[in-house]
């Protein structure tokens, strides 16, 4: 059921509401990249950067301002 209202598994479902929270933090917090990623759940910087490339097709770098 949730597959088919969301077209998406739990899981990924899940990463992307924490990859928007990060980005919103990105913009609009001074939090750095590695607070950043600890506070969205994952489970070092550099998996976090990896994972939010992936998605956005930018590193969190080029977000932050």
């Known amino acids: 059921l949730f597959i088919q209202k969301t077209k998406s598994t739990t899981m990924a479902y899940y990463r992307k509401l924490r990859l928007e929270t990060a980005d919103r933090l990105l913009t609009q917090s001074s939090m750095s990249i590695t607070e950043i990623a600890f506070a969205t759940g994952f489970g070092s910087s550099a998996h976090f950067s990896r994972v939010y ?8 770098s080029a977000r932050k301002s």
């Not at 490339?53 to 969190?60: C, D, E, H």
Request: hydrophobic share 10%; net charge neutral; charged share 0%.
């Open 53 to 60: 490339g992936q998605i956005y097709g930018q590193p969190p």
